[in-house]
């Protein structure tokens, strides 16, 4: 039996800090047949409240280190601001809609990271397994969208913060055995883009050749190499297709086959 | 048939602001019987945050005035910081709990307050027809406990404050069509007390006789009548029971019969 399409989208911060653009993202999501969920991270909303109540937000190699005052922004804003508008915005756009974290019908458990060369503090980490489908799989049936903000639990009270990209891709690699996971990662550009400079060089379609060939020209380099590294781990674990295009073009990224962006496949 | 026994369980911002206290309702929270259902207030910390970030809190006859600045930090605080607190405590206590707010799978739906006398802001009125039964039956019946944070949404986008105790009655009434339904109250009093200075003075029942003699003696006064109005109310909805005590002795409270606290009924 073929396996119904369920599409995980996510979204960063730069869709979510511009209401503007977050109201035509979620237009488009509204639009795009159930079964769907959305991942978003928090944006620079929570970078801006810390600096007005004086915490200075850490980054290292990209994530932030969430002490408990840290922990106490993110969960605030994530779970909070943005999870809740969010939804009020779907529900607006006839979208029923439920906000989640990871401590929400226990959905996502995490382990908190244990501190090797450096502590990032009140972090999870988590896997496939981390994730309770048979709760996600009811509400789908009753066509919610679970929204979920990058914050879950250890069981034991704690709550931690988690890399948005993280909580998309095991979504996805779990949800794989019921459904024909594709997992798109909405951000401000066209796709994996040839040039960076020139909106119109995007790659079509990356598989793990000209992966290899991208990567010894430069033409992909930095921070794009692990998340397409990523992108073929979701692969290999169940996940029919990794795409990667402009968050406010998401419905001709969910067509079929995709009419924009970059779709990483085998 | 006989209905199923629910209790709904409401606690105000003196238990929400110690974690000491915190701890030990929800540890007898964990261990009254499924189905039932939480829902808290903010205490301090949204006043707290507030003036942290220099804006001002009013209140009006016990209600706080919700202006755009004071909905974020309501929205961050509730629906974020205590309801996700609250749901991973729960998890740790081996009780699967979700946090919603009235958004959340549109469970309910309110209306902006007109603006009379006085302008409360971006605050909302609930009705027990405002509430998605459906939806929270389909949790019960998993033994999940909805955790509801006081936030609802209009259905056009926007958030709105609601007053704790109003949700809590209007989910009790809403829910009375399907269940036998037991509304607490757990605040830091062991009662209603007939001298407020002695915790030994419960008034172990109140009906709608006794609650004449007291009001007119003057041992009822002040914020306990609109209290015990709503009581009422509630009972004449269809609730079952309706109780007031101490949040730190849920479990002689939910005893059958009652083991402490108050017992409005007709």
Redesign the interface.
Known sequence: MNKQTLFVVKIGGNVIDNSHDLAIFLAQFAQIPNPKILVHGGGKIATE?SK??GIEAVMINGRRVTDEAML?IV???????V???I???L??ANQ??????G????VIQATRRPVQEIDYGLVGDISPESVNTA?IK??LA?H?SPVFSP?A?D?????LNINADTIAACLAKALSRDYAVRLIYGFEKTGVLENPKDDNSVIHRINAQNFETYKQSGVISGGMIPKLENAFDALEAGVGLVQIGDALQLLSLCQNPPASGTTISF
Chains 1, 2 share one sequence.
């Open positions: 409240f007005q109540l106490k969960v605030m804003v994530y779970a909070g601001l999870n809740k508008n939804v009020a915005l529900q607006k029923n809609a439920i906000g989640l974290s401590a929400d019908a226990n709760f009811t509400i009753q919610i914050i639990h069981a034991q009270g704690q709550l």
